[in-house]
């Protein structure tokens, strides 16, 4: 008898410690606190997490007894979206959460995402016109505004000097159009002499968001993939096969570049010494220059009609279906953390794009930038940059756009029919 | 000899790669950039395995996934033990249509339930806590199963004395059947903890934070970056993720060992 | 007699059959239910279709894909996993001292750690330029492969690991069977003249029938459950080569968020499953020697 009352108590104090972290925090939690959850997606090399925690920290000190953001670390642009699109369908949204630029179409959708025209008037045209307007256009459809951008990015141009010197080619001048592109590729490709292997590829165009950087060329060749509204597709214009043949030259054809790679295995490819020249994202600035041995430039990605960059990352928005209370704590939050100080701070830490004008003043900033003037060749290239595609559904028109790239990429598709299949089915995805 | 050539070759291929995941965790960062892979890092560098905490809550995770097995084994140690009883010592109506039920159950995963469960459990706003890991889980027609030979093994007669002396049903189940059936509860055990501090699929797809998540879905996490993998800090988190249930195996082997096999037996 | 209190029979079974019924039985039909609705972003609230789910999932090509990496995997996993085993078993089985479980915890812990934590390490060892295989593989003269980021090798690597990381438990079921094959049955054949092979053949392979079975089974089931690694590894790529059916269903429904989709093809996975499962028991179960 005392046996089975052992075993049930066991059974209960399991179950009771299951529930009791919930509301053990709940009933520390002291009376009129709002406690907010911020959802973000931050790559875990360089300690990000730790400084979206302490940035939050101060707010949160700044507001005692008042507002407590608990900012939640939910891996990268993919499994954020998902947990944040989870909660949202639990009818449980967090109150503030951070994700990928283009999945603002299919959270409107669901009706998720506050509207937040009314702070941002309040704070006069200083605030808003203060942002870079390429960062602004992902946060507007239909005139609204529906995020705050924050962790912002472009994708840059990356080469290693050393190698360029090895291969007799100036190490302080980059490849500035596609064809010198072309041509240094092909001068940096490095191969095994006995077996025919590649030791070192020319040019990595980076897989895994190969997508993003296709829009890049897209725009390089003066031309555009997705209409601002998100309803028009364009995919199968004369400049996106130009774009694509360009790519299948390089990765099938003259096989200076590797068809297929992931966003994370291209960075310490670079490092390592395995390509000499790559095209990634300028949020992978601070990795390499902490991980690499030899020097290395940062610049614009090469032309073809003219510069061309769309922009990336992820802006801050305030879920719709929480109460007037937690919106306007929430839009605290987000305000301090766009200051120009804030967003200089978090610019300097992490290495994406510092997304006011003003930022670039603060002292911090100043400081940073002159010790490691790389960081300002993103920004510079903003001049050039446009808005980001995106549409409905965009995690499956990123899936329809990856697998005709590929394909190409490995030969297995003409690049005009890749085209005209993926304009095909995106448009079938967005209407 | 040749006999002890193949299989030590066999087993210095499948051992190596968990080599490897320890050195490259001790290594420094820049030092996993070389051509020739060092299989002895030098100089060491255990750095890396305090690092992983900060990135991410691992203590937390690892008390989330111990809660999570024990939870599970403790309610299906329950319910396979009810049903094997009674398929093992009684006769019913419907007996077998019953047993082909805990049977097929057994054919069915995870894998081919998640998303229903997942409405079920958002119907029930259970999403992301610990329970909902743990509850699709609490019955087992495959631990029921093997607890079902087992008391079969046991002799009749026992139970008919038993009887006799008042003692029936649940006593008997508990005083005589369950002690006696201790090797496979164990082996059963072993089997059901390993396999659920391993679980994937669904506590992904149920869990969206820190507090709940368990080890596989935090070191999961730690390859999906936006900025340039890491290798020695995901080995130092591999490392410690298979840690405990590796040193228990290295400890116990034979206990393991003996479960795992004893699962193919007459199943 | 019978005086003291006795459960009624059917309580017993009732906790286990209460969580059964809720989290294996009623999925499965709550998933055919919902494959008949279009449920998606562009339909938020179900909407009935009728079979059209059905109809969009086979005019696909993708799914075709899919279920041809799928079979590619289970026809080159299921022979490799269990010919290793059963041949690693024998060796094992033969008459050595303590060095019989430094053997067999070798290639028995692959088992004991998470699938993840094997992808993750094997992401490492495959990469192409700084990883182990490609060095090692080099010396036999094979070319540097670029494995996961190359459409034809992707699945092939996701094979290999896959062989190394289940292989060993398939073995201790082999060993488990081998050793339940009394002595004696060798030491008659020896005296009548049989060689090795006509052992194997006349007396070890018919006694393993019941482990070769059980194998047989849980590889089937395992093939098609493939996902961990995909998901850490690969996520399908590149170009679908490595999509599986499981991973597929989690894209639609986690990802695309289409719901009846995502039922749609759960409902085509179980009945899959059952169908093989019911096949592999039709066929062979009843030559085997068992006892129900």
């Known amino acids: 008898m005392r046996k089975i009352i052992l075993v049930f108590t066991i059974f209960f104090f399991i179950a009771g410690m299951v529930h009791s972290s919930e509301t053990w925090a709940q009933m520390t939690a002291k009376p009129k606190l709002l406690r907010l959850t911020f959802y973000y997606p931050v790559g875990v090399a360089g300690p990000l997490a730790r400084v979206i925690g302490e940035m939050t920290d101060k707010f949160n000190k700044e507001n005692e007894g008042r507002i407590e953001v608990v900012p939640v670390y939910s891996g990268d642009y993919d499994p954020t979206m998902q947990k944040v699109q989870t909660a949202i369908m639990a009818g449980n949204p967090p109150d503030i959460f951070m994700v990928e630029i283009s999945e603002l179409p299919t959270l409107l959708t669901m009706n998720a995402v506050l509207p937040l025209d009314d702070y941002v008037k309040k704070l006069g045209k200083v605030y808003w016109e203060d942002f870079f307007a390429p960062f602004r256009e992902n946060a507007v459809i239909g005139g609204k505004i529906y995020g705050i951008p924050f962790q912002r990015s472009t994708p840059v141009f990356y080469w290693n000097k050393e190698v360029f010197k090895t291969a007799g080619l100036d190490p302080e001048k980059p490849p500035q159009t596609w064809d010198e592109l072309r041509d240094y590729g092909q001068k940096l490709t490095v191969r095994d002499p006995k077996t025919g292997d590649v030791k070192q590829w020319g040019v990595t165009i980076s897989g895994g968001w190969n997508d993003w950087l296709f829009e890049a060329f897209v725009r390089q060749n003066g031309s555009w993939l997705i209409s601002p509204d998100g309803l028009k597709a364009n995919f199968n214009s004369k400049e996106a096969i130009e774009a694509l043949e360009f790519w299948v030259e390089l990765k099938h054809r003259l096989k200076v570049g590797p068809p297929h790679s992931t966003w994370g295995s291209t960075p310490p490819d670079f490092v390592g010494g395995r390509t000499a020249m790559l095209y990634h994202s300028t949020g992978i600035l601070t990795f390499l220059k902490k991980s690499a041995k030899f020097d290395f430039g940062v610049a614009f990605m090469p032309k073809k009609k003219t510069y061309g960059a769309e922009v990336g990352g992820a802006n801050l928005m305030i879920a719709k279906r929480i109460s007037k209370e937690r919106q306007d704590a929430a839009w605290k939050y987000m305000e301090w953390m766009s200051t120009s100080k804030n967003t200089a701070e978090w610019s300097a830490a992490s290495g994406y794009v510092a997304v006011r004008h003003s930022s670039y003043d603060d002292p911090v900033m100043k400081d940073h930038v002159s010790k490691n003037p790389e960081y300002l060749v993103a920004r510079d290239q903003l001049k050039y940059a446009y808005g980001k595609m995106m549409g409905k559904n965009f995690q499956k028109v990123r899936e329809i756009l990856k697998r005709q790239l590929d394909d190409a990429a490995a030969g297995k598709i003409a690049p005009a029919e890749a085209m005209q299949i993926a304009q095909k089915e995106i448009q079938g995805v967005i209407k | 000899m040749g006999l002890h050539l193949i299989l030590m070759l066999v087993s210095i291929i499948t051992v190596a790669p968990y080599l490897w995941i320890l050195s490259t965790s001790l290594k420094y960062r820049t030092e996993v950039f070389t051509p020739t892979p060092k299989w002895i890092p030098w100089p060491i560098n255990i750095q890396n395995y305090l690092e992983i905490f900060q990135m991410a809550p691992f203590h937390l995770y690892l008390i989330n996934t111990v809660l999570v097995v024990t939870g599970i084994l403790a309610v299906q140690l329950v319910t396979i033990t009810l049903a094997a009883y009674v398929f093992a010592r009684r006769n019913f109506w419907g007996k077998e249509f019953f047993f082909f039920l805990f049977l097929i159950q057994m054919m069915i995963p995870i894998h081919a339930t998640f998303l229903p469960n997942f409405l079920t459990l958002k119907t029930f706003d259970l999403l992301n806590t610990r329970i909902a890991i743990m509850l699709p889980f609490f019955a087992s027609g495959y631990g029921t199963f093997l607890l079902r030979q087992a008391f079969r093994q046991i002799p009749r007669v026992l139970e008919d004395a038993a009887v006799i002396d008042g003692c029936g049903g649940i006593r008997f189940l508990w005083h005589v059947l369950i002690p006696l059936a201790k090797p496979t509860l164990l082996a059963f055990s072993i089997i059901s903890l390993v396999s659920h501090w391993n679980d994937y699929l669904w506590p992904l797809i149920v869990t969206d934070t820190p507090e709940v998540r368990t080890l596989t879905i935090g070191l999961g996490m730690f390859v999906q970056q936006e900025s340039g993998a890491d290798w020695t800090l995901l080995m130092a988190a591999t490392a410690f993720v298979t840690a405990p249930v590796m040193i228990f195996f290295l400890v116990f082997q034979k206990k393991f060992v003996e479960s795992f096999m004893l699962s193919g037996m007459k199943g | ?292």
């Open chain 3, 1 to 292: 007699m019978k005086r003291m209190f006795r459960l009624p029979v059917y309580s017993y079974l009732f906790p286990g059959l209460f969580f059964m019924a809720v989290f294996t039985f009623f999925p499965v039909f709550m998933s055919a239910y919902l494959s008949l609705f279009r449920w998606n972003i562009s339909n938020p609230s179900p909407n009935f279709a009728w079979f059209s789910n059905y109809l969009e999932v086979f005019k696909a090509p993708l799914f075709w894909l899919v279920l041809k990496n799928n079979l590619i995997y289970a026809f080159t996993t299921i022979p490799i996993s269990m010919s290793l085993a059963l041949f690693l078993a024998i060796l094992i089985n033969q008459k050595m001292g303590s060095v019989r479980s430094f053997y067999r915890g070798s290639l028995f812990y692959p088992t004991m750690i998470p699938m993840v934590a094997a992808a993750m390490l094997w992401v490492w060892i495959f990469n192409p330029g700084l990883g182990i295989f490609n060095y090692y593989f080099g010396f036999l003269g094979f070319p540097k492969i670029e494995w996961l980021y190359d459409m034809r090798y992707a699945l092939i690597a996701i094979i290999i690991m896959s062989i190394w990381k289940n292989f060993g438990y398939y073995m201790l079921i082999f060993l488990a069977g081998l050793q339940g094959i009394p002595k004696h049955y060798y030491e008659a054949a020896s005296i009548e003249g049989a060689g090795p092979w006509n052992q194997f053949r006349y007396i070890t392979f018919p006694m393993l029938a019941p482990a070769t079975l059980f194998v047989f089974v849980v590889a089937i089931i395992s093939s098609f459950q493939v996902f961990d690694q995909v998901f850490v590894m690969t996520q399908g790529g590149p170009g679908d080569r490595t999509n599986v059916l499981v991973f597929y269903i989690y894209q639609h429904a986690f990802r695309f968020w289409d719901l009846g989709m995502g039922s749609t093809l759960t409902t085509l996975f179980v009945m899959g499953l059952l169908i093989a499962i019911w096949l592999v028991f039709r066929v062979i179960g009843k030559r085997v020697y068992y006892e129900v």
